[in-house]
Every structure is written in C-alpha cells, then in structure tokens.
C-alpha cells in the first residue's frame, strides 16, 4: 500500500545521527506494530552537507523538504566547520530550511516529567508538573532583518548591523497559532517582547492586542516584557501557560525554559508552516539541544527530546494523537524504571548509553500495545 507519509530524514551533524537512529527504531516499530508505514528518505544536512557538497544545504534536498509532509532534523554544526565564512556556517542550513519552507511557528514545550522534577537546578516543588508552551516566531525579526552585515569606516573601524523588523501579518499568524494552541490548554497567552524601547514591540503588542480583540477575547491574554519573562521563568515559571515571542527572544527565552525541565536532553520541538490550499502543513521537528560535539560518537546522548520530536511529528503532521501519547508514556515509563543517560543522571539511578535507552523505549512500547 502506497504511504502518504513522506518524511525526509536529516540527521546532520555530532549527536543527531546516534539521536535519529533511536528514532529509526520507533518508525520500525510503528511499521510492524501499528501497520503505520512511513516513506522515509534520508539526507543531509549542515556540516556533513559541507564536506559532501561544499554548502549546509543543497537546492535538491530543499526542495525535498518542500515536497515532504515532514521533515525530522538532527542537530548541525560542530568545531570543524567553526572558521568557514559565515554565509556556509552549518547553521546557514538550518536556517535557510526554516526561511525557505516558511516555518514561521515553533512551538517549544518545556515540559518537568514528574521523574526528572528533582533534576532541575531550581527547586523541585517550582518545576514539578510544568508543562509550558513557548511558540517562538522563526523567520523573521533580527535572523533575517535587513540591512544586516559587517562594514568598515572611513576611520578604520567597523561597524556590524543587524535589524530587529516585524509587519502586521508576519505578527498575526504567529500570534494565531499560539491563541490557537492556548485554547487547546489552559487557555492563556502571555505575549512578550520590549515596548518599551523598540518599535516593532509596540507594534508587536498592538497587534496581538486588537487580534485577541476580534478573534480570541476568550482567551486569557496578558503581555510582558523580555527581560522580565526571563526573570519569571526562572521565579515562578507555572504562571505560564502559552508564551508568543519573536524570533531573537524566542530562542532566549526556550534555552532558559528547557533548562527548567533538568535538561536539554529531554526537550522537543516543532516548526509549522501555515496550512495549504490541499489542507497540508509544511513542518520541521527537531530537538532543541544542538549537536554537542564534545560526546559525539560516544553513545552517550539522550535520544528522548529526538524521540518526542518524532512524537510531535506524529500529533501535529499526522494527527496520530493515539501514538504520539503512546511515545510519550512510554518516555515517562522509561523514566520512571530509572534509567537515565548521562545529562539527566541522578544519583540511585542507572547511567545507560543512547543505544541501551533506545532498547528500553522500545520495551515499553511493545508493553504499552501488549
Ligand atoms: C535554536 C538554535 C538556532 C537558532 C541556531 C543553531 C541557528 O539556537 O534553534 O534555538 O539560533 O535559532
Ligand atoms: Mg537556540
């Protein structure tokens, strides 16, 4: 039977291939238990589309990309690619993959599994049972403003410039998917950017004001500024519900806010596109860790925020609710058998490889559908 299900797979570089070969693992089992079956194709991405091509990214597997109903990503860069200009930075792919597939929408949750609370750095009793969603706008703002650039000056010195830059619609469709998610959850948006000394934050409130007045005074809205939200996140961070925020603040903003959770490791996230005329979604899943060059190749990474990135997939790329909680308790029961990789190790507890939680997963998976 012919799959609808086409998902590009890009490992790219340092952890993501170990971390994607977990996953690998889950769409075998999806395929065999589930009689899901994915056309998966593979590619590359960032510094190992460097060394293969010469570029982070290749016109042909962009437009893969496009043409795929999901694209799951690894992790890029890594200190051998550190020096090269900065126009091929491995990063560049990414990015370019985000601009050109126009995923304007990431959502990163920032979730404490109830067996990891004491893993936080802040005290259990502010983290246990958090569960937030930051929807970070990803293709505009001061990643991609223009002017932008280093120049010299007649005197010798430089001059590097950047522009912070946001237009009413690029605003409104962010905020809708965040209003949107918010009335799926507890019902509250909390819009964060800086009126009070730029610009396109006043706009930015402007904006999210008069949608919520037309189309989602249902929901509860309320606006904040950057600095101050990095400083509730870290104080009180179950006052939030859903946060909106723009590109730059976002990906402040997320760092902090996974850090929450007691780790990187554990974190996934989802970048959407806006829906087409046939009803379908352009989308990217991937961790929010990078590709931690530093315990690349050892079997040590922590596949679990891959693992929930392909389970997000599943939710909002394939509407397999069903099986994306099934991931999902698996994780937790993973967890809560107490195993652990490296970066979420707590003391009593046994320090398992990549390889070794991807078996265990895979366990509770045949379990849970036993
Ligand atoms: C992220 C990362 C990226 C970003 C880098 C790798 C370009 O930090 O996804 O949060 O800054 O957006
Ligand atoms: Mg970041």
Same mark, same amino acid.
């Given at each position: 039977m012919a799959s609808n299900k086409k998902l590009l797979v890009l490992p790219g570089d340092g952890i993501g291939p170990e971390v994607m070969r977990e996953v690998f693992r889950v769409v075998d089992w999806m395929d065999k238990r589930r009689a899901v079956t994915f056309d998966v194709s593979e590619d590359l991405v960032g510094g190992c589309a460097i060394d293969a091509h010469g570029i982070p990214v290749t016109d042909e597997t962009v437009g893969q990309a496009m043409e795929s109903d999901a694209v799951l990503l690894g992790a890029v860069g890594g200190p051998k690619w550190d020096n090269l200009d900065f126009s091929i930075k491995p990063e560049r792919g990414l990015l370019r993959l985000r601009k050109d597939m126009e995923l304007f929408a990431n959502l990163r949750p920032a979730m404490v599994f109830d067996a990891l609370a004491?893993?936080?750095?802040? +005290?259990t009793d502010l983290v246990a049972g958090l569960n937030i969603m930051i929807v970070r706008e990803l293709t !505009? !703002?001061?990643?991609? !403003?223009?002017?932008?650039g280093i120049e010299e000056l007649p005197d010798g010195t430089r001059r590097g410039v950047n522009t912070q830059v946001y237009t009413t619609p690029e605003i409104i469709r962010v905020a809708k998917v965040a209003f949107e998610l918010a009335r799926k959850r507890d019902n509250r948006l909390c819009s964060v950017e800086k009126a009070n000394v730029m610009e396109s934050g006043v706009l930015w409130r402007e904006e999210v004001t008069k949608l919520h007045g037309e189309e989602y005074s249902d929901v509860e809205l309320s606006h904040m500024y950057a600095d101050n939200c990095a400083m509730q996140l870290v104080r009180a961070? +179950?006052?939030?519900?859903v946060i909106v925020t723009d590109n730059l603040f976002g990906d402040m903003l997320s760092d902090a806010a996974a850090m929450l959770t007691g780790s990187l490791g554990m974190l996934p996230s989802a970048s959407l596109g806006d829906v087409d005329a046939t009803g379908r979604r352009k989308a990217l899943y991937e961790p929010v860790h990078g590709s931690a060059p530093d315990i690349a190749s050892q079997d040590m990474a922590n596949p679990l925020a891959m693992i929930l990135s392909f389970s997000m997939c599943l939710r909002y790329?394939?509407?397999?609710g069903e099986e994306a909680d099934l991931i999902e308790t698996a994780v937790e029961k993973v967890l809560a058998g107490g195993l652990r990789t490296a970066d979420i190790m707590q003391p009593g507890k046994a320090k398992v490889s990549t390889t070794v939680m991807g078996d265990a997963l895979v366990r509770e998976l045949d379990k849970l559908a036993a």
């Amino acid at each position: 039977m012919a799959s609808n299900k086409k998902l590009l797979v890009l490992p790219g570089d340092g952890i993501g291939p170990e971390v994607m070969r977990e996953v690998f693992r889950v769409v075998d089992w999806m395929d065999k238990r589930r009689a899901v079956t994915f056309d998966v194709s593979e590619d590359l991405v960032g510094g190992c589309a460097i060394d293969a091509h010469g570029i982070p990214v290749t016109d042909e597997t962009v437009g893969q990309a496009m043409e795929s109903d999901a694209v799951l990503l690894g992790a890029v860069g890594g200190p051998k690619w550190d020096n090269l200009d900065f126009s091929i930075k491995p990063e560049r792919g990414l990015l370019r993959l985000r601009k050109d597939m126009e995923l304007f929408a990431n959502l990163r949750p920032a979730m404490v599994f109830d067996a990891l609370a004491e893993a936080s750095t802040l +005290k259990t009793d502010l983290v246990a049972g958090l569960n937030i969603m930051i929807v970070r706008e990803l293709t !505009g !703002g001061v990643y991609f !403003g223009e002017p932008r650039g280093i120049e010299e000056l007649p005197d010798g010195t430089r001059r590097g410039v950047n522009t912070q830059v946001y237009t009413t619609p690029e605003i409104i469709r962010v905020a809708k998917v965040a209003f949107e998610l918010a009335r799926k959850r507890d019902n509250r948006l909390c819009s964060v950017e800086k009126a009070n000394v730029m610009e396109s934050g006043v706009l930015w409130r402007e904006e999210v004001t008069k949608l919520h007045g037309e189309e989602y005074s249902d929901v509860e809205l309320s606006h904040m500024y950057a600095d101050n939200c990095a400083m509730q996140l870290v104080r009180a961070p +179950k006052q939030f519900d859903v946060i909106v925020t723009d590109n730059l603040f976002g990906d402040m903003l997320s760092d902090a806010a996974a850090m929450l959770t007691g780790s990187l490791g554990m974190l996934p996230s989802a970048s959407l596109g806006d829906v087409d005329a046939t009803g379908r979604r352009k989308a990217l899943y991937e961790p929010v860790h990078g590709s931690a060059p530093d315990i690349a190749s050892q079997d040590m990474a922590n596949p679990l925020a891959m693992i929930l990135s392909f389970s997000m997939c599943l939710r909002y790329s394939f509407d397999m609710g069903e099986e994306a909680d099934l991931i999902e308790t698996a994780v937790e029961k993973v967890l809560a058998g107490g195993l652990r990789t490296a970066d979420i190790m707590q003391p009593g507890k046994a320090k398992v490889s990549t390889t070794v939680m991807g078996d265990a997963l895979v366990r509770e998976l045949d379990k849970l559908a036993a």
